[in-house]
Nanobody, 122 residues
Framework: VQLQASGGGLVQAGGSLRLSCAAS????????MGWFRQAPGKEREFVAA????????KYADSVKGRFTISRDNALNTAYLQMNSLLPEDTAVYYC????????????????WGKGTLVTVSS
């Protein structure tokens, strides 16, 4: 599975962005998917995860109520809708696939895409 994240950019605080993660390979729909982020000088952290069917989702407390993860298996694409963005959301965002779990642990991910930078100005 190869992953390509896109949709990052510069946005003012309170604004919105939608990230996309396009996957190659027919097995994408079998696996849970996760979004992670890494801010400058900080460790990579979990943001959101979605099960293979899309029926189950999980969020970090810091983004609950503001971010929404979704997927379209027919298009081999996952999304992260980010609303009410805060300066502390500034980070490089990565999508990743977990072949055996719920995609909510960085150490458990099997495939990673290159990140996309999100910058939120105050």
């Amino acid at each position: 599975v190869q992953l390509q994240a896109s949709g990052g950019g510069l946005v003012q605080a309170g604004g919105s962005l939608r990230l996309s993660c396009a996957a190659s390979g027919r097995t994408f729909s079998r696996y849970a998917m996760g979004w992670f982020r890494q801010a400058p000088g900080k460790e990579r952290e979990f943001v959101a995860a979605i099960s293979w069917s899309g029926g189950s989702t999980k969020y970090a407390d810091s983004v609950k109520g503001r971010f929404t993860i979704s997927r379209d298996n027919a298009l081999n694409t996952a999304y992260l809708q980010m609303n009410s963005l805060l300066p502390e959301d500034t980070a490089v965002y990565y999508c990743a696939v977990d072949r055996s779990g719920m995609a909510d642990r960085s150490a458990g991910m099997d495939y990673w895409g290159k990140g996309t930078l999100v910058t939120v100005s105050s």
